[in-house]
């Protein structure tokens, strides 16, 4: 069965120089991709976490829209999904697998919404088997995903550690932001100095 993920992030900024500890790290914080990380499947990447527990954690990409429109998979949904209707590359582990998330419309409780799960929040996970046209009315706007990111336990620890990953709070609007935003440069400007100044590092090493 296909699901959508919604995820909602705490409210609020983080002056802080962001936290590099793996106990920051919960459902609905995101992880923004550190300027060293050279890895073509998560370079300057912002990943929602839908779930982290000792077992491991799993999350999606936010910032990588890829051509196929989601209509030419999931017709049913094509029409109600977030500008420019795209399915997003969630990660690299099992990219045949659906996921969506969704923020909920203000005053909707995931606990009493038919065909959610929520995550944190307003953001909540969709059933993409069910009925597309009666949940619309409860949401502000959904993506879906094509594959998610995962890590095995203790994995991402190790990788937070060694410098590759900040951990912050996540806004519900980071799940909806437009294609041209600049969500990677976004996220760290809001953290404050001194992560904010990592914002102005350019893709090409040559040129910082």
């Not at 060293?36 to 499947?41: E, H, K, Q, R």
């Not at 300057?44 to 936010?62: A, K, M, Q």
């Not at 095995?152 to 990953?165: N, Y």
Request: net charge negative; hydrophobic share 40%.
């Amino acid at each position: 069965m296909a699901e959508c993920h919604d995820g909602v992030v705490a409210e609020g900024t983080r002056d802080e120089p962001t936290e590099r500890s793996a106990d920051a790290v919960e459902a609905g914080t995101l992880l923004v991709a550190a300027p060293a990380l050279t890895d073509p499947n998560f370079v300057r990447s912002v990943v929602f976490v839908i779930d982290h527990r000792p077992e491991g954690t799993l999350g999606v990409v936010l910032n990588r829209p890829s051509e196929v429109a989601v209509g030419d998979v999931l017709p049913a949904w094509g029409p109600y999904t977030t500008r420019p209707n795209a399915i997003f590359v969630g990660g690299p582990v099992e990219q045949k697998t659906a996921l969506c998330l969704a923020a909920l419309r203000t005053g909707q409780d995931p606990e009493r919404t038919e065909g959610v799960v929520g995550v944190r929040g307003p953001v909540a996970l969709v059933d993409l088997d069910g009925d597309p046209g009666s949940l619309a009315p409860r949401v502000r706007g959904l993506r879906v995903f094509a594959g998610y990111s995962g890590w095995d336990r203790g994995q991402l620890a190790g990788e937070i550690s060694r410098g590759d990953w900040y951990v912050v709070p996540a806004l519900p609007d980071d799940l909806l932001a437009p294609v041209r935003h600049d969500l990677w440069g976004g996220v760290l400007r809001r953290q404050g100095v001194p992560l904010a100044l990592l914002a102005t590092h350019v893709s090409e090493p040559s040129r910082n």
